[in-house]
């Protein structure tokens, strides 16, 4: 499952039951371009056991000031509530994967 993540509906997906997996992007960036994609298909992948947000940080500044996001893309990795893994940059899906698999 795929949502739009902001700073008002952040804390209800992060406390939910299935792991969060939130993509911090921009229009403007180039690398996001190339990660947004294989989130899209990794979403699609794990849907039922992540829910996959995408947070544009032009709208949505409050969020990346709140984890200290000073380069996108930046994947964020939550369970339990809890930030428990953060990528900064462009990756592969089989290195963004096994990010995954480690959720569940």
């Given at each position: 499952?795929?949502v ?8 209800t997906?992060k ?7 939130v993509?911090l ?6 690398p ?10 990794l ?8 829910v ?6 032009e709208?949505?500044?409050?969020v ?8 996108i ?8 509530g ?17 990010k995954?698999?480690?959720l569940?």
């Amino acid at each position: 499952m795929e949502v739009e993540i902001t700073a008002k509906n952040l804390e209800t997906y992060k406390n939910g039951e299935l792991p969060l997996v939130v993509d911090l992007w921009a229009t403007w960036c180039g690398p996001c371009k190339m990660v947004g994609p294989i989130i899209s298909e990794l979403a699609k992948e794990y849907d039922g056991k992540i829910v996959v947000g995408k947070c544009d940080v032009e709208e949505n500044d409050d969020v990346a000031i709140d984890f200290g996001v000073r380069n996108i893309p930046t994947i964020l990795f939550f369970k339990g509530g809890k930030l428990v893994d953060k990528f900064v940059g462009a990756a592969s899906k089989d290195v963004l994967d096994a990010k995954f698999k480690a959720l569940l």
